[in-house]
């Protein structure tokens, strides 16, 4: 987490949260100098902890223009929780439920 500033914070759930962030200056980034996401997804227990890392491992499997581009995955600690960190692209217009709530709002079809 130290090597990422927050722009801000785009949602706030009850597993975790997610964050708009920018690598910091000199930080390791095969990503390289983007905006990007990043899930948060506080995890109790082991169980839920590894539900966590097979939605990233199914992200990282998939390439489609259609699909938001997974980048990395990583560990954080906060407290006695193990945060699954998911490093995503950022899409700019929002996401689908946005875009789908613009077009009926603008009478347009998908």
């Not at 964050?19 to 506080?42: I, P």
């Not at 490093?87 to 946005?98: F, I, K, Q, R």
Request: proline share 0%; with cysteine.
């Amino acid at each position: 987490m130290e090597d990422f500033s927050i722009v801000k914070k785009l949602s706030q759930g009850g597993q975790g949260s997610t964050l708009l962030v920018k690598h910091k200056a000199g930080a390791a980034s095969a990503a390289g100098d983007v905006t990007m996401v990043l899930k948060q997804c506080k995890c109790e227990n082991l169980k839920e902890a590894n539900a966590a890392l097979k939605e990233a491992k199914v992200l990282q499997r998939l390439d489609h223009l259609s699909i938001v581009r997974y980048h990395d995955v990583f560990l954080a600690e906060e407290g006695q929780y193990l945060i699954i960190c998911t490093l995503m692209e950022y899409c700019t217009g929002g996401d689908l439920a946005v875009h789908m709530n613009t077009l009926r709002r603008d009478g347009r079809y998908l």
